[in-house]
Nanobody, 114 residues
Framework: VQLVESGGGLVQPGGSLRLSCVAS????????MGWYRQAPGKQRELVAR???????NYVDSVKGRFTISRANAKNTVYLQMNGLKPDDTAVYYC?????????WGKGTLVTVSS
């Protein structure tokens, strides 16, 4: 399984970005895809996660600002990020979990700065 992220970049505070992640390889119909992030000097944390039946969870700090969505037929997951803050600056990693396996993308950098 391979995961390829896109959509990161530099944005001003209050701005928006949309991240995309496409999964390829042996993808089972029952899985969960999500986004994690790791800021400098901090541990990687879950940002948002959604399974194939639509069950979703978010870290409290992004609720109301970020929205995760999926296009299951395309094995793609998106993260719409609005109202970005400097604290959102991090490398964002796509993750796919199916059965007992977990796969990661290489990450895409999001920098929120004026």
């Amino acid at each position: 399984v391979q995961l390829v992220e896109s959509g990161g970049g530099l944005v001003q505070p209050g701005g928006s970005l949309r991240l995309s992640c496409v999964a390829s390889g042996s993808i089972f119909s029952d899985n969960a895809m999500g986004w994690y992030r790791q800021a400098p000097g901090k541990q990687r944390e879950l940002v948002a996660r959604q399974n194939t039946v639509g069950s979703t969870n978010y870290v409290d700090s992004v609720k109301g600002r970020f929205t995760i969505s999926r296009a299951n037929a395309k094995n793609t997951v998106y993260l719409q990020m609005n109202g970005l803050k400097p604290d959102d600056t991090a490398v964002y990693y796509c993750n796919l979990e199916q059965y007992h396996d977990s796969y990661w993308g290489k990450g895409t950098l999001v920098t929120v700065s004026s």
